[in-house]
């Protein structure tokens, strides 16, 4: 009997040893995705520093707050492409949405490529797409896009490609705005 004690004793410390090791690598099985979840320390970061940089227009009856950055052109003619950071305090959630204003809004895909011609690539946007996911993916990419020296970025309107970013602060205000993003859900 005694014997028996020992090695399912032994056994049984030897397992909860060794699984010790994966305790980092539980699933998550709430239900919700933590890539829109928004951070304490990041939240209180943007509402004392940064928020300053925005515009802000609440919803109340939706719960919501819209930041967009004042370096980007608030004449609403003016053909361009806009990122909005939009914050559900209740939920506790974040998102980005790409706002296209000017005649853009009226076209049902938005194609966009950066200009440096060894290195083309391309994006399609469509309008009326409220996929946060697509957004989040999109604005990654024009941001690496933006990113790099000399960066262009085209839309194709009117059977040409035309400059979207021809201000560098505007270029600016898009990757500020990812950047803040990331921080507020502690994204990479």
Known sequence: MFRLLKIFGFTSLGLVLILSFFDGHRANNSG??????????????FYNVRRIDYQIKRLPEAKIEIYTNTSFDRDSTKNTLQLDLILNK?????????????????????????????????LILRSGAADRHLHLAAAKKIAGWLQKKE???????????????SEKKQKEAFIDTLNDFLKITANK
């Not at 919700?32 to 970061?45: H, I, N, V």
């Not at 960066?151 to 970013?165: C, R, S």
């Open 32 to 45: 919700e995705d933590p890539t829109f979840t928004t951070k304490d320390a990041g939240l209180l970061f």
């Open 90 to 122: 209740n939920k506790q959630t974040a998102f980005l949405y790409l706002k296209p204003l000017g005649k853009f809004t009226d076209l049902k895909t938005l194609r966009l490529r950066n200009g440096q011609l060894p290195f083309q690539d391309s």
């Open 151 to 165: 960066a262009i970025l085209e839309v194709y309107t009117d059977e040409k490609w035309l400059n979207l970013y």
